[in-house]
Every structure is written in structure tokens, then in C-alpha cells.
């Protein structure tokens, strides 16, 4: 019921993960504390691998992930719909993500309730649920750990939005593109149905920030909102 200090933090704008099972905070030697429910009150550092140092969170509805000096990608806590994607469900202390046997190094970093994605080169990588075409290759087929294969015909990607089932990206020239689940119109695209593949969405300027968010009542479809280089949000 009350706010305390806690020293030896390194904050800036992705610093802090927090999610159902509590909070994490990145410290300034590049370890992690975290506490709250699913965990001692009292916030406790957690172990890292050898000669590992992270320089950002995110976190998600029950699990968190980060991104190490390395620009590897590490992620902990409940594997729901394989969005940590270590391959299983089950919970999952801190481990450093693979591909093809090898550490999966990236440029940066988005997670969500059901997905992670992953960019490389500009080029966007995802993992996770795909029941309503979150990963947009063209199927309905879940990937249950990081992938080598990159969304197709999108290019240039610099910032990630991921919904409940949904998400959105923005491209270097400010172009926003959607997809997956589009019930109550959450896409842009001027319908419901749901999109399996990147859907570019016409609005009259470029775009420098997107988001999504769910209403007050958890009945109503999740939103999304996009801000123009005026300022102007849609």
C-alpha cells in the first residue's frame, strides 16, 4: 500500500517489466530484480547466465523477456501459448532463446500475452500463438520457438504493437501495417475478419507510434491507436 526506494536501479524507458505473477527491475551492473505475487515479497536478484548483462526489459501478461549487451534475447516465467518460445508451456526460469542451436541474436525486442517478436536488418520475426494469424506467414499454424523465417513483404520494420491476438508494425518510411484477429474492427482494416498475413493500413500521414489497448470492460474488443507525425492519434 505504499511506495518504497529501491537502490541501484538503472532506469530509462524500458526498465521496468511487470505483469499478473509481479515486477521487474533492471539494475545498473545489468542484472534483474523482481518480486511481488509468484515470488517473494521481498524482490529478490535473480541468477544470470556467465558473462551476461541486460540493457532492456518487457514484459507481458505472465512472463517477461530481455535483451542482453550481447543483443541476445532471454526470457523467464510462464510459457502461456509458447510466447517465451522455448518450446514448452511449462514455467521457465531465466534462459537465453536459440535458433538453430545457436543464441538468437537480434536488433530489438516486443512481447505480448500470446506473442514475441524479434526484429533483424529491419526484418520482423515472430513466435507464439497463431490461431488468428498473429504471425503472420500466411497460416494458422503456431511456432513454438524462434524462427530463422521472417514475416514476408515487410520490410524495414521499427516499432512493434502486440494485442491479445493482434498486432501492428510500423516500417521506416511510417507506413502501418496490421493483422490478426479483427473483431471489433481493431485492425483498421474496415472490417472484422482476421488477417493472416501483413495488411497495410491507409491513413493520410505517416506514423511514428502505435498501440493497442483493451477497453475498461475485458467484454469489449481490445483498440488500437496510431499517432501521425502531426501528433494527430487515430
Known sequence: N????????NLSHRDIAANRNGNCVLLSDGGVRCGGQGRAQQPTVLAMPVD??????????????????????????QNLHYAMGTGRTSEVQLRELTVNNAPLVVDALWT????????RSGNLSCWGANDHGQLATGNFIERRTPSDEFVPNLEGVVDVAIGADHLCAITQNGLLYCWGAGGGYRLGTGNTS???????IDLPEAVVQVDTSRMRNDDDPPLTCAVGVSGAVY
Open 2 to 9: 505504499s511506495f518504497s526506494t529501491i537502490a541501484d536501479v
Open 194 to 200: 482476421d488477417q493472416a498475413t501483413p495488411t497495410r
Open 52 to 77: 551476461t548483462r541486460l540493457k532492456s526489459l518487457v514484459g507481458a501478461a505472465q512472463h517477461w523477456c530481455a535483451l542482453s549487451d550481447g543483443n541476445t534475447v532471454l526470457c523467464a516465467g
Open 112 to 119: 505480448g500475452p500470446k506473442n514475441t517478436c524479434v526484429t
